[in-house]
């Protein structure tokens, strides 16, 4: 209850238009023409209204109530069909081969990839990005327990195909590339 409250009250002072992840956007180009697509922990649905304008059966759940809100607004603007639910993403996984697309954006709970990765179909499609310990900037969490070591997405969801991945860590040239996060895009 009390890690809700704290998301209800971010995502009220939030002003910005929901924007789908990086990973998401730019490999939109793989997405199926057809299919169920799961926005879990959707924050306020930027990779749902991507998905939904896609053309794909779009479920959106997030723990916070002002989140689903506010992605619920966003679809009636846009006459998109987008089922938002408020629903808690650990106790609630989502159902074993129920999925051909899952979307997880700027949040980590080790316990359930293996459940995330049962339910995506055969071919189903994970787009996974969010924040490592090696970093450039203080970005995103501080607990560890919510940060990607190094390789760590490889490691979680070494039973699937990598199409697409990046992390750069703290190699080269700071100010320039791919930094403080890794995205993975695989096929099961």
């Known amino acids: 209850m009390i890690e809700r409250s704290k998301w209800d009250v971010i995502y009220s002072q939030k002003s910005v238009l929901p924007r789908a992840c990086l990973a998401l956007e730019q490999n939109q180009h793989l997405l199926p023409t057809k299919g169920d697509a799961l ?4 924050g306020q649905g930027g990779n749902a209204l991507l998905l939904a304008e896609h053309g794909l059966n779009v479920s959106a ?3 916070s109530e002002v989140a689903i809100m506010q992605l619920a607004q966003q679809v009636e603007s846009k006459s998109l069909r987008v089922d938002a639910q408020v629903r808690d993403v650990v106790e609630q996984a989502p159902e074993p081969d129920s ?3 899952l979307v997880v954006s700027y949040f980590l709970d080790r316990s359930l990839c293996p459940l995330l990765l049962k339910a995506l179909r055969p071919n189903g499609l994970l787009f996974y990005q969010t924040y490592c310990e090696q970093k450039t900037q203080q970005l995103g969490p501080k607990n560890p327990d919510y940060l990607l070591q ?5 490691r979680l969801f070494s039973d699937m195909n990598v199409r697409v991945y990046r992390e750069e860590a703290l190699l080269g040239d700071h100010l ?3 930094r403080n996060q890794a995205m993975l895009v695989a096929e099961k």
Request: aromatic share 12%; charged share 35%.
């Open 99 to 101: 999925l051909d697309v």
């Open 61 to 63: 759940w997030d723990s």
């Open 150 to 154: 190094d390789n760590e997405l490889l």
């Open 176 to 178: 320039k590339g791919w």
């Open 39 to 42: 926005d879990l922990a959707c």
